[in-house]
């Protein structure tokens, strides 16, 4: 099958191409007008806009999209997570995929930089995984990767979207061939070999007891097996893949399953992923939660001590606690803030050539191995630096900084619509301003919507902790006042 991509300025689909997508695609229900692609894919809940019907034209339409920039394309690497629709999804995008004469390559469940780093490192022209990272169960997602497996650039997610809507036209001389999708599961061993590679050669697990919560997800195979082959002695939690609990009450955003096994088994760290192993928190032997922010400082200050932190720069969010930036910037080292969202930070990581950054949240991106957040890589480094050390995880976080009292509230909204008005809420704006004003330089407030969920989110932080209380509770009754009623 030949096809030419073209504009089509009238937003309808030509003759042919409507003919075509009767035949081979079907027709879809009518889109939302909010762009389809946010920071991080599509997402939404299965079943809703993540139909079988959609993924089938998303991956048509991202195969057309690809072809037209490739001289000699190669195939799509497809991976996934646990939830019940992620094989429903996977399939209809590789059918779509095939359905454009392209090669799939179908990975089955493995994390998130599983997938970005077989991209980057194999003839494959794209990579798709299929999950929705930390969020419930019944949603999904699907988010895509470059041949250089960093995020699809938003030009081409901007034309594989025009495509979905009906606004590329479709020139259909011949049908001619077909792709084929081929089962590779064994490529995950590749990963599994690079992350052991990335480590220091001296590095042994042998003493640790380590716990991982393993979110019923993504990283339930891969995050045990090299702990183990490293000597460790592992405790696993959620340890197997069920699409039903998939990051419920557990993983890297709910910690007291996995404080409360550190204590009961008297283990040395713990650490918990998110559904597609993507992110990481760690809870040392005391039960104190080491979040992004101290990942970072610990690696960055390993990496500053042997020279090979490029400016002394780390690239964090505006999530970032405020002690950990002044702590940083007393060992002497510089920090920028992005947006929130890996994707910003990767993008300042490349513009100043950084070598490190990532999020709050646990998101850390490390140039010197790899170009994606890797859960399962970060925590193994953090193993390493506690054996290069030779004092606990819990007394390297001691001796590191203190944070300022740093609330996050979050507020859902049925209505999704309203997640790209909330800017325009005045009283709402008038209340940021009131607080930012009371707490002047003692501290911040940051309301943004989510990248990834229906949620606006209220953060306060602030010198004096009744303050933090006192202002994020009262923005949090603003936010639903004028935005949930």
């Known amino acids: 099958m030949v096809i030419s991509l073209s504009p089509n300025g009238s937003g309808r689909l030509n003759h042919q191409t409507a003919k075509l997508n009767d035949r081979f695609l079907g027709s879809l229900p009518p889109l939302p007008k909010s762009p389809l692609f946010g920071t991080d894919g599509i997402r939404g809940k299965a079943g809703e806009l993540l139909t079988a019907p959609f993924a089938l034209q998303l991956g048509f339409w991202a195969g057309q999209v690809l072809k037209s920039k490739i001289t000699t394309p190669g195939p799509v690497i497809i991976g996934q997570d646990s939830r019940n629709s992620s094989d429903m999804l996977g399939m209809a995008m590789a059918a779509g995929l095939t359905s ?6 179908q990975l089955g469940l493995c994390p998130t930089p599983c997938v970005a780093y077989l991209t980057r490192h194999s003839e494959a022209m794209a990579g798709i995984m299929i999950s929705a990272s930390h969020n419930p169960p019944e949603d999904n997602g699907i988010k895509f990767f470059d041949a250089d497996g960093t995020k699809l650039s938003s ?19 011949e049908l001619s061939s077909w792709g084929k999708t081929l089962y590779q599961p064994t490529l995950v061993n590749t990963y599994c070999q690079f992350l052991q590679d990335s480590l220091p050669a001296s590095f042994s697990c042998q003493g640790m007891k380590i716990v991982l919560d393993l979110a019923w997800g993504a990283s339930v195979n891969v995050a045990p097996a090299m702990f183990k082959a490293l000597g460790a002695e592992v405790i696993c939690l959620h340890e197997t893949a069920n699409g039903d609990r998939i990051n419920v009450n557990c993983g890297s955003t709910h910690l007291a399953l996995l404080q409360a096994a550190i204590k009961e088994h008297q283990a040395d760290m713990g650490f918990a992923f998110d559904g597609d192993a993507d992110r990481v928190m760690a809870v040392d032997s005391t039960g104190k939660v080491i979040d992004g922010d101290y990942i970072l400082y610990l690696w960055g200050k390993s990496l500053l001590e042997r020279g090979e932190l490029p400016n002394n720069l780390l690239i964090g969010t505006v999530m970032a606690n405020l002690g950990f930036e002044r702590a940083w910037q007393g060992l002497g080292g510089q920090f920028l803030r992005t947006s929130v969202g890996d994707r910003y930070v ?66 859902r909204l049925e209505d999704r619509e309203k997640l790209r008005y909330w800017q325009q809420c005045e009283p709402l704006q008038q209340a940021i301003a009131q607080a930012e004003k009371e707490m002047g330089n003692t501290g911040r407030v940051l309301v943004r919507a989510s990248g990834t969920e229906p949620l606006i989110r209220v953060m306060v932080e602030s010198e004096c902790p009744d303050a933090a209380n006192h202002w994020v509770n009262y923005l949090l009754e603003v936010v639903k006042t004028h935005l949930t009623a």
């Open 100 to 105: 454009a004469g392209l090669e799939v390559w």
């Open 155 to 173: 030009t081409l997610a901007q034309e594989i979207e025009e495509g979905l809507r009906g606004n590329l036209l479709l020139s259909v001389d």
């Open 346 to 411: 990767q993008a300042q990581m490349w513009e100043t050539g950084a070598m490190l950054g990532g999020e709050q949240s646990g998101h850390i991106i490390c140039h010197h191995y790899g170009v994606s957040g890797d859960g399962v890589q970060t925590a193994l480094h953090l193993a390493a630096l506690v054996h290069e050390s030779g004092v606990s995880l819990a007394e390297l976080v001691k001796n590191s900084f203190d944070t300022y009292p740093q609330i996050l509230r979050n507020v």
